[in-house]
């Protein structure tokens, strides 16, 4: 499976993006998929997670309601909707897929990883 992270960008603090992470092959849907982000010198932390049939996971201490994950099985597609931006949720953000398919809120489960997108948030 390779996957392509893409949505990151510049934007101002109680904005919102939406990330894309497009996945190639025909077993999508049998996956489980994360959302992991990292800050230069910091651990890479989980964000969010998705079961291949669409149940999620989300990271408490991100703040409750700001994220949504969702997938498209039909388009090899997940996404993370992220609300109310905040300075610190600038990051590197990464999406992940493990054979797992109830998916995992640990790094270390996900057997592939996509290049990352940038996501700044400004004050």
């Known amino acids: 499976v390779q996957l392509q992270a893409s949505g990151g960008g510049l934007v101002q603090a109680g904005g919102s993006l939406r990330l894309s992470c497009a996945a190639s092959?025909?077993?999508?849907?049998?996956?489980?998929m994360g959302w992991f982000r990292q800050v230069p010198g910091k651990e890479r932390e989980f964000v969010a997670a998705i079961t291949w049939s669409g149940g999620s996971v989300y990271d408490e201490d991100f703040g409750k309601g700001r994220l949504t994950i969702s997938r498209d099985n039909a388009k090899n597609t997940v996404y993370l909707q992220m609300n109310s931006l905040k300075p610190e949720d600038t990051a590197v953000y990464y999406c992940?897929?493990?054979?797992?398919?109830?998916?995992?809120?640990?790094?270390?489960?996900?057997?592939?990883w996509g290049q990352g997108t940038l996501v700044t948030v400004s004050s």
């Open positions: 992940a897929a493990t054979l797992r398919r109830s998916g995992s809120t640990v790094q270390w489960d996900y057997e592939y």
């Open positions: 092959g025909r077993t999508f849907s049998s996956y489980g």
